[in-house]
């Protein structure tokens, strides 16, 4: 039998252990990882509310993609909640993988409903409606008294609610310029008013994570209704300085909890 001397011995044995040693922190490593670096979320569908369309969405759009995001944005056909919810279906049929669904106003009540949906992982309210099952939004709009500024006008003879020209500017979008008010006036959907006493069948707020954005100058929707809104419903909160179109005022702050939602934080 070969004798191995007390040198050799030793040297194996530093040999192993660093073995071993190497073995431990490349384990420890890996799983620090797994837990620090949670999968980021990529996609993102924004939905528009009433007396809207989707070009509101253009400065968001262009930070949450020079960022790396797929973003999509849904055009409303604004006929009737169902309409709403199948046009927001439709866009998140297209995406590859788990998205955060983002709705503005009258669009919070669209994607309570529309985020029942697979593919969505988060939903972000952006001074927006979020009724529970079985309620609708004019429950909700009635729950404070409007804003003096506030124009929405009673439905016409065909059902369509419209803006008032008159107040569009300091009750929809006080802190944007008349040019830029002027344009969002005249691009509006033709809002049908029965949209806002159709109830919610299944409010997705209640099995998904959730984030609500407060305007704090909201003239249309007032920051009391949507703080008892995001408070009865667990949402976490972030309170913005912006008109109702803060997504369009301050879409760098907006993004950011958007991109906290992406992030699972």
Known sequence: MKTISIKEQLKSYFLFAAL??????????????????????????????????GSGWQGLYQIL??????????????????????????????????????????????????GNHPKVAALVYVAALQPDNGENSIQWLQTAPPAPENGVLAPDDKGIAYYDKAKFHAGFAGDLSKEQADFMYASQGAFHAQGFGTPITKAAWRDKPSYGIVATEDKSITPDIQRAMYKRSNTKITEIKGSHVVFISQPEAVSKVIIAASKKL
């Open 20 to 53: 071993i040693l190497s073995l431990v922190f490349t384990t420890v490593n890996v799983n620090a990882q797994t837990k620090t670096a949670a999968p980021q979320i990529k996609n993102v569908v924004l939905v528009h509310g009433a007396f809207a369309d």
């Open 65 to 114: 993609t020079k960022k790396g995001y797929n973003v999509t944005i849904v055009q409303n056909p604004l006929s009737s909640l169902a309409d709403d919810v199948a046009a927001t279906n439709l866009a998140l049929d297209k995406q590859d993988g788990p998205t955060i669904l983002v709705g503005h106003s009258w669009g919070g009540t669209v994607i309570t409903e529309a």
